[in-house]
């Protein structure tokens, strides 16, 4: 038996899809070629077999997302996952919440940080830095035309150079998107016994 | 002229600003992602004016009024720029679950659970659309944020 996860985790939960993933055997050479470009095409995921149901926005949005987390240059992996993990707390995206949180915590060798997150949501205390990046995180989540520049002067005071403050709205913007996708279309699941 | 008019878009400055700050490859694909969430190559059962419908209509609940008149504007039949309107109820009643599903997917994310997706199902909306539905709407939950962000830094960065 398998229960949905309804409270936030670093132990990265199962996903099951919502709707039926493309079966590989049967997917049209365009759905191959989306898959392909995948981080793991040894063994895809049912999330990505799911996607593949609309292969011209996949083929494009896994590049864009390595691109907009991994790719070197302004903010620090450590502190786009952050980003991350603020819209996938507004949003309730447990099992975005629980990879980004994991990764943190080993990019950051530290799990105090998303220890408090989990705990007190977007009520965290965190130290200043990791405060504002959190905060502004969470706003432009919320409501994106809510952030004023007074925002951003808070981001510059805390420390965070204007590459730094633009990787910060393109992750934070990014998870708004793949909440909209993992949140929806599957439930986060844990295998019982 | 690109068929979403992306060189008069209100996004192609935006783009413009991330390019000057960051990575430009990721202006690229999110030009593209646009493309391919408003005018596909496969639509589905949603052509592209009901698919500008809908990204007007998002850019309107996430309060960028700009944003919700560039895709607006592009409309060219009336019962489908009437759907640009937030609270605009759906023709029929298939139409109606998903303008539903849309509203509560880009404003009330957290509350979506399993039964909005087999509330589509029992309206005849095939996976492969509820797949398309969701991308189109996560594209402008990540178009909204990104244009109202760069919007608080301009004239900072010089």
């Not at chain 2, 007007?56 to 996430?62: E, S, T, V």
Request: negative net charge; proline residues 5%; hydrophobic residues 45%.
């Amino acid at each position: 038996m398998s229960r949905v996860v309804h409270r936030f985790t670093r132990t990265v939960p199962e996903w099951r899809p919502r709707v039926t993933p493309v079966d590989l055997a049967q997917a049209t050479p365009e759905q191959r070629e989306a898959l392909k470009i995948t981080p793991s095409n040894t063994k895809v995921s049912d999330y990505v077999l799911v996607l593949a149901h609309d292969p011209e926005t996949l083929a494009i949005r896994s590049p864009l997302f390595n691109a907009i987390m991994y790719d070197p240059g302004g903010m620090s992996r450590a502190e786009r996952e952050l980003g991350a993990i603020g819209a996938s707390i507004v949003n309730r995206c447990i099992y975005c919440a629980a990879v980004h949180a994991a990764r943190h915590a080993q990019l950051a060798k530290d799990t105090a940080v998303t220890d408090e997150l989990f705990i007190r949501g977007e009520k965290a205390a965190l130290p200043p830095r990791e405060q504002a990046i959190f905060d502004f995180s969470v706003k432009l989540s919320q409501s994106p035309s809510a952030v004023t520049e007074a925002d951003a002067a808070r981001l510059r005071e805390a420390g965070l150079s204007e590459a730094e403050i633009v990787d910060l709205i393109l992750s934070t913007a990014l998870f708004g998107w793949a909440n909209r996708l993992m949140h929806v279309l599957g439930d986060p699941v844990r295998n019982d016994g | 002229m690109t068929a979403t008019g992306f060189e008069a878009s209100p996004w192609r400055g935006a783009l413009a600003e991330v390019a000057a700050q960051t990575r430009s490859d990721i202006v690229e694909m999110s030009r593209k992602a646009e493309e391919a969430v408003t005018a596909p190559r496969d639509p589905g059962a949603f052509p592209t004016e009901w698919r500008l419908a809908m990204a007007a209509r998002i850019a309107a609940l996430n309060g960028l009024d700009n944003l919700a008149e560039h895709y607006r504007a592009k409309i060219a039949e009336p019962a489908l720029r009437a759907l640009a309107v937030p609270g605009a109820p759906g023709r029929v009643a298939r139409e109606q679950a998903v303008l539903a599903f849309m509203d509560k997917v880009a404003a009330e994310t957290r509350t979506v659970a399993a039964e909005d997706i087999e509330g589509l199902k029992a309206a005849g909306v095939a996976d492969a659309d509820i797949v398309r539905l969701c991308e189109l709407n996560a594209f402008m939950s990540y178009q909204a944020r990104v244009l109202a962000g760069l919007a608080i830094l301009k004239g900072a960065s010089a």
